[in-house]
């Protein structure tokens, strides 16, 4: 936790779902950077960190882990510790009191995996309890029926492995037979995967496919098997799918997915980050032309916002704002350097590292990007990045006498810890060939260039790829949503008039509601006013009215999409610029519907004062030490109108609302923007912005421990520079704002991470859904108590990870078509309580 300066310890801290599910008390970063400190030469520093991994990591603890998570991360650094433990110990002069300490803890740690094995299908459970295992009541898990396809597709490197440094077979078995399965379920006639199986049926649950989240690492596990096991069967799969990747998921330079069954219908109009790893897969594969296009649509990506959004539409606007320091962009560029030799790929890894230390770099560490459009903090730093990222760009600039061992006799997992090659050769005692699979014979003349000599097909000449680049570099600006155009030359090359267009339907026209059962869509209202639409393909009265209701859900989310975007309310942010922060802590906020707004207004910059009272609900009794400050109040017990006007008459220049609900934090809780009260509030002429607990108290700790805290209020954060450190501070100062990110639109500004969010006034909103596509969440609903308009921004914005792909689907998407009048009554109805509260 950069920003607090602690670890995050599994249950001292909110919960954040699912994505808690890979801490399971037992060092994760400790252990998934172990093999890091050894690339990066640090061998006295590793060999310490092994001995405390066995001093202190336990495994035996009550705690409910990510079987997935645990495997790449936990299991693969002890092996790849063990690896470069036994190298080191080799070599005669670190590891010499080495015993296989770290590979009998990955033993240990595989044997507590092996339950969630215990399905019909071989495929794993996605959660187990390390210490009482499954569907023990103390164990409180082994109920879930899905998974995701990376899920229980990537296991076999690991699980291999420590089979073959152990002898032990049962894990190689394993991890084969969830394999075999999912191959076995493969939709044969695209020869393309679903995201979320069943685990016990097979059946897919979610039936779309891509290079994403959900199954990303599969692909990779098929072909890196095949590398480091020489099973030609793997090649075989990897080869099929390949094939029907670039058929049908590959739309140069853009991956969209697409429906198993309909391949060639796109599934979504946008695109996540953890695609970014496939460019360096391909180059593995030694299909280099489609790696370097997709690599520079990526990178244009980033040169607009800086870091790679959570996910970006076709149009390469902000879809999902959130950056979690995902390392499968630098990832790639190390392996297209290795294929091309062509320091262009070092320039983009110079970038990768300047924007880390610009935006990311806090005082303990590096801090996620909460929102790359207003450069906001998150205190998190997850494990992958020391275990990737560093070691990615580390290698990207090392020369060959810069690492102690030969890079080359390894191969990388998907948390880029490394196995040796040699393993090939070890313990060799299952079948190389599954005689139960089917292979297509496929017309590829770039099968034969599987794990290349990059050196004869690829001689190093900088000019092969630049010529394949140069065709890209604008095509971020140009902005061309291609994926849309398919989806509707798709949907309406028959020329049939679809029975109900999204623009024509009303909530309460019967005949319409009778049109969307036939097509399989149901209408659901929700306990809070809100209303859900749910298409079921399977309940469609045929195939040509499951079509026609696929179109109309589309249809419906991008009508929502186009009524909202002019109403969004961005975040913004709160910077720390003075001794000893610098503008390094960046601290997102939410804006305020009266005041000065900080979109088309200067940035303000000032010291903070507290309060007298706190709550700032009457006139201040110190108004002396607000003067000229920004003032920190806590919230509660009167409107927030009222808040800003009283400090406002003492003279201060800005105020920062705080939560006084202890613990709050924009990680776990929806951001909102402070609503007035009912009545005019043009006399409020300075900012104000809101704080959760948890940000409040960041600059609450500063100030005690520094006495004077400078913060800058904007709607973006100010780009830090080396001057920055020495400006002179002054306790009353408003400066310009920064400038827009080159090429950015109003809308990438938006509040919601999504593009498609509602508007701050919607609050019946139907939100469709398709089971056989990706799930959209719901968000931008109002509440009228507590004076607060809420936004649903991470609780049900977060990313897809593979994670939280295996969970059930949980389709929402806000939506307004034809309920303005009610919407414009529920406004009416609200200003008439505000006035009457303000009255009382």
Not at 233 to 245: G, K, P
Not at 451 to 457: D, G, V
Not at 509 to 515: A, G, K, R
Not at 627 to 652: D, P, S, V, Y
Request: aromatic residues 8%.
């Amino acid at each position: 936790m950069p920003l607090t300066c602690r670890g995050r310890i599994r249950g001292e801290e909110p919960s954040r779902g699912d994505v808690d599910d890979a801490l399971g008390k037992f060092s994760l970063t400790l252990i998934d950077s172990l093999d890091t400190l050894v690339v990066l030469n640090k061998t006295k520093e590793f060999e310490d960190a092994v001995k405390k991994v066995l001093r202190d990591v336990n495994l035996d603890n009550d705690v409910v882990v990510s079987v997935f998570e645990t495997n790449i991360r936990v299991l693969g650094g002890l092996l790849g510790g063990h690896s470069l433990a036994i190298m080191l110990k080799e070599k005669g002069e670190y590891m010499q009191w080495y015993n296989d300490e770290l590979l009998q803890m990955a033993k240990q740690l595989g044997y507590k995996l092996l339950p969630a094995f215990n399905t019909t299908s071989g495929l794993p459970y996605p959660r187990i309890n390390l210490k009482f295992g499954m569907r023990k009541p103390e164990a409180r898990t082994g109920t879930e029926t899905d998974t995701c396809t990376a899920c229980a597709g990537t296991l076999i490197l690991e699980f291999a492995a420590l089979s073959r440094f152990t002898g032990a077979t049962i894990f190689e078995e394993y991890a084969r037979k969830a394999l075999d399965f999912l191959w076995e379920k493969r939709q044969r006639s695209s020869n393309l995967v679903g995201v979320t199986i069943n685990i016990h049926t097979g059946d897919w649950v979610r039936k779309d496919s891509g290079v994403g989240a959900g199954i990303d690492s599969y692909y990779e596990y098929l072909l890196k098997a095949y590398v480091l096991l020489g099973d030609d069967s793997f090649l075989e799969r990897f080869n099929t799918h390949y094939d029907a990747i670039m058929r049908y998921i590959s739309q140069p330079p853009l991956l969209l997915d697409v429906h198993i069954h309909k391949p060639m219908l796109n599934a979504r109009t946008w695109m996540d980050a953890l695609l970014a790893f496939f460019p360096g897969l391909q180059v593995l594969k030694g299909d280099i032309r489609p790696a370097i296009e997709t690599h520079e649509m990526l990178y244009q990506v980033i040169k607009k916002h800086n870091f790679l959004p959570e996910a970006f539409t076709t149009d390469f606007r902000v879809h999902w704002a959130q950056h979690p320091l995902r390392p499968e962009f630098a990832e790639s560029t190390y392996f297209l350097y290795k294929a091309t030799g062509d320091p262009y790929y070092l320039e983009v890894g110079k970038t990768l590292i300047e924007n880390l230390n610009k935006y990311a770099r806090v005082p303990c560490g590096f801090a996620a990007m909460k929102d790359v459009r207003t450069g906001s903090h998150e205190d998190r730093m997850d494990s992958f990045f020391l275990a990737e990222m560093f070691k990615y760009l580390y290698l990207l600039f090392a020369d060959k006498e810069d690492i102690i061992f030969d890079i080359e006799d390894y191969i990388f997992t998907t948390e880029a810890h490394l196995l040796p090659l040699w393993l090939s050769t070890t313990n060799q005692s299952i079948s190389k060939k599954s005689t139960n699979s089917e292979y297509i014979e496929l017309d590829d003349s770039n099968f034969d260039w599987t794990c290349p000599n990059t050196q004869i097909l690829f001689p190093n000449d900088p000019l092969y790829a630049q010529s394949i680049r140069e065709p890209l570099k604008n095509v971020v600006d140009k902005s061309c949503p291609r994926g849309v155009i398919r989806v509707r030359e798709e949907s309406f090359r028959s020329g049939s008039k679809p029975p109900l267009r999204a623009r024509d339907f009303m909530a309460t026209n019967p005949e319409h509601l009778e049109i969307l059962k036939k097509m399989g869509v149901s209408l659901i209202h929700l306990k809070d006013g809100r209303v859900q639409l749910v298409q079921h393909a399977i309940q469609a009265a045929s195939s040509i009215d499951a079509e026609d209701g696929l179109r109309f859900m589309q249809e419906m989310i991008e009508l929502s999409s186009q009524q909202q975007k002019e109403q969004q309310l961005p975040p913004r942010a709160v910077q720390i610029v003075s001794h000893p922060f610098f503008g390094r802590v960046v601290l997102t906020a939410g804006p305020a519907q009266f005041g000065l707004d900080l979109s088309k207004h200067k940035e303000t910059r000032g010291f903070v004062a507290s309060s007298k009272p706190y709550n700032g609900c009457s006139e201040l009794t110190n108004p002396e030490a607000v003067m000229g400050k920004i003032a920190l109040l806590q919230r509660g017990q009167c409107m927030f109108a009222e808040k800003a006007r009283n400090i406002q008459n003492a003279g201060a220049i800005g105020g920062i609302v705080i939560d006084d609900n202890e613990g709050s934090s924009s990680d776990t809780a929806p951001l909102f923007q402070m609503a007035g009260d009912g009545k005019d509030t043009d006399d409020i002429k300075i900012p104000m912005l809101f704080l959760f607990s948890k940000e409040g108290s960041i600059i609450l700790d500063a100030i005690r421990e520094y006495e004077e805290v400078e913060v800058l209020l904007s709607d973006k954060a100010k780009d830090r520079d080396p001057e920055m450190e020495n400006e002179p501070q002054s306790a009353d100062q408003t400066t310009s704002g920064p400038p827009e990110v080159d090429g950015e639109s109003p809308e990438d500004s938006s509040l919601n991470s999504h593009s498609e969010s509602s508007s701050p006034a919607t609050t019946d909103n139907a939100s469709p859904s398709q089971q056989d596509s990706e799930p959209i969440k719901s968000k931008g609903y109002v509440r009228f108590d507590d004076e607060c308009t809420y936004f649903d921004e991470d609780e049900e914005e977060q990313p897809e990870t593979e994670e939280d792909s295996k969970q059930d689907s949980k389709p929402l998407h806000p939506i307004v078509a034809d309920w303005k009048e009610d919407m414009k009554a529920i406004r009416e109805l609200k200003k008439e309580m505000m006035k009457k509260k303000g009255e009382l």
